[in-house]
C-alpha cells in the first residue's frame, strides 16, 4: 500500500479507536520483534519527530519493561498528537542523535510513511554509523531514508530486518528498498488493508487429467530467427513448463534442440502466417533472438497479426518501440510485454514508482506487462499488480529472459490469462533458479522449471 493509501486505512480506523491506542499496538509488535533479536543484548532506539519515532518510544517503553538495558536517541522531539504523549510516556532519558553511542540492537524509528524529502547529509551518516556498528538493525516500518512508493534512495542505511507495520509498501520491494530493507517482516496491527497489489505467490496449477492430451494442453509456436540459441531457450522453456506441444518455426530444419521439440521450417513472414492460422495452436511466443533486420520485422507483424495469444519479448519490444501502443491497441487476443528495464525505456518513459511506469505501459498498449529486474513488476489490464522481490541475483545472466518468455508461452498455452499466467511464469522462474544453485547458465534453469512446476501441482 502506498503511503496515501496507509494513511486512509489508518484514517478509518482512528474513527472507531483511539490513534494511541493503534500506536501502542505498533510499538508493542515492534518491541516483540526486538526483542527477539535483540536476545538480552543492550538496545538503543532512534526517535524522529513524527508517528514512527511515536512507535520507537512505545518500543523502548516496552522493551525496558520486559527487562532489557534501553537508551533512546531523538532527532527533533514530536510536537503534539500522539507521538508527543507517547515521547512522555517513556520515562528514562533522551539524548541528541548527535550524542548517541552505538548499541549491539539497534531500532530505527527515525522516519516511516512520512518521509517527503532526502535525509540531510549529518542524520544520515550518524545512522549509518550506528546501524553499521550494532550487530542487529532493526526499522520501524521502514528504513529511515526511503520513499514509500517508489523505493527510491533518500539516504537509508542497509538493515538487517525491517518490520512493515500492517502492509508491504512499494518501498519494501522496489528500488532500493529491495536491498536495504534486509529481512522483511510484516505485522498484523488490526489496521484492515484491502490491497490490489501483492506480491507474487506460488501458483496452483493444475495437472493434466486424464482426458488431456498433446494439444489440449497447450501447443505453443516459438519463432527463431537471428540467434537460434535464444528460441530454443524459450521453446525449451515452454516444454518444461507444461506446454503438450512445442514447435519452433525457422529457416534451419536441423537445428538442435531436444527429440520432442518439433521443427517447423518457415521461409519468409508469409510461411509463418500460414502456420500461424492453425487454430490447434494455444500461444506463440516470439522475440528472444529474434534480431532487428528486415526479415525479423516482418515476422514479428505476421505474429502480432495472428490471432492466438502472443508472448512478446526481446527484439521484438525494441522493434515496437515508441510505436507499442500503435501496434497493440487494436490486437484482440491476449498479450504479454516482457521488457527488462533497457526495453521498457525503449517502449515508454512514464512517471512514479516502476509500478506506476508498468501501468503506464498496460494503459498504453493493453497488454499485460510483465517488467523484469531484481524487482519484478507485474501489471494488468484490470490494474492488478504483483510484485516478485528477492529472486536469485544468478539470475543476471544471459539467456534468462528467454527462458521466461518461454515458460510464461507455456501458462497462456494452458490456458491462464494476464497476470495470472505472467504470475506463474515469474515465480516457477524464480524457484527454479532457485533450485539451480549459484552460478548457472541459462539452460540450467529450463532443467529445474519441471521440478518448479511440480510443487504447484
Ligand atoms: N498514524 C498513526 O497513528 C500511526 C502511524 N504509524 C507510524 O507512523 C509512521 C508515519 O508517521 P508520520 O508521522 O506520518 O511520518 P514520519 O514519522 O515518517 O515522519 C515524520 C515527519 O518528518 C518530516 N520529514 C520528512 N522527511 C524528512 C527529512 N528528510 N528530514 C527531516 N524531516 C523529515 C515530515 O514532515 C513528517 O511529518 C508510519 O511509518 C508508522 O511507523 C503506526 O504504525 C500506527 C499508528
Ligand atoms: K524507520
Known sequence: ??????????????????????????????????????????????????????????????????????????????????????????????????????RPMLVDGLFGTGMTRPLERGPRALLADLVTAADFSLSIDLPSGLETDSGADFGAPRVSATLALAALKPAHVLDAGL???????LADIAIPVAAHRRAAA???????????????RGMVVAVECAMPGAARLAARAAMAGGAGYVTLAGADPRGGGPDALVRTRIEAAEDLAELLESDRIASVV?????????????LLKAALACPHPLVLDGDALTLLGRQAGRWLRDRRAPTWLTPHAGEFAR?????????????????????????????????GTDGAVRVLAGASPWLSTAGTGDVLAGLLAAQAARGLR????????????????????????ADALVDHAAAALGECV
Open 418 to 441: 494476464g497476470v495470472a499466467a505472467a504470475e506463474a511464469a515469474v515465480w516457477l522462474h524464480a524457484r527454479a533458479a532457485s533450485l539451480a544453485g549459484p552460478a548457472f547458465a
Open 179 to 185: 536491498e536495504r530493507c534486509g529481512h522483511v517482516l
Open 202 to 216: 506460488r501458483p496452483r496449477l493444475a495437472p493434466p487429467g486424464a482426458g488431456d492430451h498433446k494439444y489440449s
Open 1 to 102: 500500500m502506498t503511503a496515501a493509501e496507509m494513511r486512509a486505512a489508518e484514517e478509518a480506523v482512528f474513527r472507531r479507536e483511539r490513534q494511541l491506542d493503534v500506536m501502542e499496538r505498533a510499538g508493542a509488535a515492534v518491541a516483540r520483534e526486538a526483542a527477539r533479536f535483540a536476545t538480552g543484548r543492550p538496545v538503543l532506539v532512534v526517535a524522529g519527530p513524527g508517528n514512527n519515532g511515536g512507535d520507537a518510544y512505545v518500543c523502548a517503553r516496552h522493551l525496558r519493561q520486559g527487562g532489557l538495558d534501553v537508551s533512546v536517541a531523538a532527532m527533533g522531539e514530536p510536537k503534539a498528537g500522539a507521538a508527543a504523549e507517547m515521547w512522555s510516556r517513556w520515562e528514562g532519558p533522551v539524548v541528541s542523535l548527535y550524542e548517541a553511542r552505538p
Open 286 to 298: 516470439i522475440g528472444p533472438g529474434l534480431g532487428r533486420e528486415r526479415r525479423s520485422e516482418a
Open 347 to 379: 517502449m515508454f518513459e512514464g512517471e512514479g514508482s516502476k509500478i506506476d511506469r508498468t501501468l503506464g505501459l498496460v494503459l498504453e498498449t493493453g497488454a499485460t506487462v510483465l517488467h523484469k529486474g531484481a524487482d519484478t513488476v507485474i501489471a
